[in-house]
């Protein structure tokens, strides 16, 4: 009976004693990071005076959901060695807010700084970004403030630049805080969904970038980029630029999309621009082009062309629009590369349209076509195997002939898309074509003739991939579908057909 009683009193004092509190700080502050939110770390103070001083000592601040004069009092506080990191996302802030933290952030981070302001509608207010001498990454999404740049000091620790929703002030350019004088070891720089405020002349100076983003832009009339060290480049929607320089000779991709040419008027050419990227890999352009206007330089190591979306039945401002395709495939025609990349778009009513992949005579000399369909339920044989008879030494195709668009009823049988008709019966031997990928298959009858006719053509053909859509779901039309394309297949031809269970791709397995 006394031995109980010891026991149940030495339990009672073992759940009594505070053994989390009689860990080191370094261990406690750890668990507190684990958190992830200074608010609740600072909320264990009422646990005891052991930890009542421990969430000041956090090296790293997150906050949430509320007024940035929380971010104001937890930068006080902190009495933390070193602050490696900042986070604030969906805080209410204005102007004054901002100028009473921002210098203290400045001052003390010296590692990722991420801000978002949760308020919209900021527009026409200003505030100025102090220098952050010793932060690595910072992340601004500033609600459409006006952000005026740093007139003096360097951002000499600084790797990555992410500026949103913001509007640049020309009186101290951006140009100059980017620069390698200023920031001698930023390697990224994304500037997404901003403006330009007077002067719309962007120039980077750099020797240390290895990316650049821009991406949603207005009032961005010049864009200058002259880099030993770039790697990698995507120019998206920059809304009306008239001039872009490149020079850089270390560049391996590059993407212009939308930065030339009226989203309106797809034919409409507004600018110019010289680029010298003489170890260029990648290029994507979905934008205008004109020899006279347009100088890409040599390409000679190009190994990939990605080219914007060619109409294939249409009136005259479809033709002003192939234009630009056809004249940048005109460029590349005598080239021999690995792969090319087309996107080509029907309408959803093809009566009194003219027929214009006859304009399409001649392609680069490639080993993989990888093609993007919007069919809208028209048989898209005629135009694809236009292009296979310009290609014939491909070993890979790639086609999606549901991109992009809602899947529509099939057209009327008196549609005009399955001319010519003749592509269901000209020879043509497809006698390097190896492995050919369908993705987001429906099913449809325009798929099953399409793979039929190419089934005869690929004569060394070794595996085929028919993977479908995210809507398709198990079923006996699907079960058919799939044993009509086996039945088309020869012995040697591996087939394998996916399809989605959730996010994830499986193996399907029609029953005999």
Request: proline content about 4%.
């Amino acid at each position: 009976m006394k031995d109980s009683d010891e026991a149940d009193a030495n339990r009672s004092k073992l759940a009594d004693e505070d053994r989390l509190s009689a860990l080191p700080d370094d261990i406690l502050i750890h668990i507190l990071l684990k958190l992830c939110s200074a608010a609740a770390a600072a909320q264990t103070s009422v646990l005891s005076s052991r930890w009542r001083r421990l969430w000041v000592l956090l090296p790293e601040l997150e906050l949430s959901d509320g007024a940035a004069h929380r971010i104001h009092h937890a930068l006080v506080a902190n009495e933390a060695p070193v602050l490696r990191r900042l986070v604030a996302f969906d805080v209410e802030a204005y102007p004054d807010s901002l100028r009473a933290w921002l210098p203290i952030a400045a001052h003390r981070i010296s590692g990722d700084m991420i801000f978002h302001i949760s308020n919209r509608n900021l527009g026409g207010r200003r505030v100025e970004l102090p220098c952050f001498e010793n932060s690595t990454f910072i992340w601004l999404n500033l609600g459409s403030l006006r952000l005026a740049m740093p007139a003096s000091g360097a951002f000499a620790r600084l790797t990555e630049l992410f500026l949103e929703q913001v509007q640049l002030l020309g009186e101290c350019p951006l140009s100059d805080v980017v620069s390698s004088l200023r920031c001698p070891a930023l390697r990224v720089l994304t500037l997404r969904n901003a403006q330009f405020i007077g002067d719309g002349d962007f120039t980077v100076h750099s020797d240390s970038l290895r990316t650049i983003q821009l991406a949603n832009l207005y009032g961005l009339d010049k864009f200058t980029v002259h880099s030993e060290s770039l790697l990698q480049m995507k120019l998206l929607n920059l809304n009306k630029l008239q001039q872009l320089t490149v020079v850089a000779p270390a560049l391996e991709e590059l993407t212009v999309a939308y930065c030339f040419i009226n989203s309106m008027n797809l034919g409409q050419l507004v600018g110019t621009a010289s680029i010298s990227a003489p170890s260029l890999l990648v290029l994507t352009w979905k934008d205008a082009y004109h020899p006279s206007s347009f100088e890409l330089g040599q390409m000679a190591h190009l190994q990939c062309l990605e080219v914007g979306m060619f109409r294939t039945y249409g009136g005259p401002d479809n033709l002003s629009a192939n234009s630009h395709i056809l004249r940048l495939l005109q460029c590349f025609r005598f080239r021999v590369m690995q792969k090319l990349k087309l996107t080509l778009v029907y309408q959803a009513d093809m009566f009194d349209k003219q027929y214009l992949m006859e304009d399409m005579t001649r392609l680069p000399g490639i080993t993989f076509l990888s093609l993007d369909v919007a069919a809208q339920g028209h048989s898209f044989g005629p135009c694809v195997f236009h292009l296979l008879r310009m290609c014939t030494g491909v070993t890979k195709l790639a086609l999606d002939p549901a991109f992009h668009f809602k899947f529509q009823e099939p057209c009327p049988s008196d549609c005009p898309c399955g001319q010519p008709s003749n592509w269901r019966t000209e020879a043509l031997v497809l006698d390097r074509l190896q492995e050919v990928e369908f993705k987001n298959i429906r099913g449809t009858g325009h798929e099953v003739a399409f793979a039929k006719r190419l089934f005869s053509c690929a004569t060394v053909l070794k595996q085929m991939t028919v993977t479908f859509d995210r809507s398709i779901t198990e079923s006996r039309a699907i079960k058919k579908f799939c044993n009509k394309l086996l039945s088309f297949s020869r012995p040697e031809i591996h087939m394998e057909f996916f399809m989605y269970r959730l996010d994830e791709t499986v193996l399907y397995v029609p029953e005999d």
